[in-house]
């Protein structure tokens, strides 16, 4: 069986802004329950605490993330990758200003910051 596949190519520094009093979020991909998305946050704006909709991984592109997950906070950096577990409850503030890629599994009718209409890819 052959499957279809449709062929997405992004340049990160192409597709994400830094607004100075929020966080920019952006849908790259969006197939099914799975979902990418490129976030990007100015020096100390935070996305406040919130619960992982599903399976989530976050990586650092560039800058730094203070990561709290309510049992401490983790500063990470550039090439950084965390897996988060579904239902996780967590926040990020921006130590520097950053990038982030995410991409997640979600469960039926889940929501979260990573299934933002704002913007689409």
Known sequence: ????????RFQIGEVVELPPDRPFRKVLVEE???RVAVMGLKEGV???EHETPG???LVVW???VLLDTGRGAEELGRGAIVHLLPGTRHSLRAVRDA???????????????IESRE???
């Open 1 to 8: 069986m052959k499957v279809k596949m449709e062929k997405k």
């Open 32 to 34: 099914g329950d799975f």
């Open 46 to 48: 935070e996305i406040p």
């Open 55 to 57: 399976d989530a991984a």
């Open 62 to 64: 560039s800058g730094r």
């Open 99 to 113: 990038v982030l890629l995410v991409s997640a599994r979600l469960k039926r009718g889940a929501g979260g910051p």
């Open 119 to 121: 913007e689409r890819g």
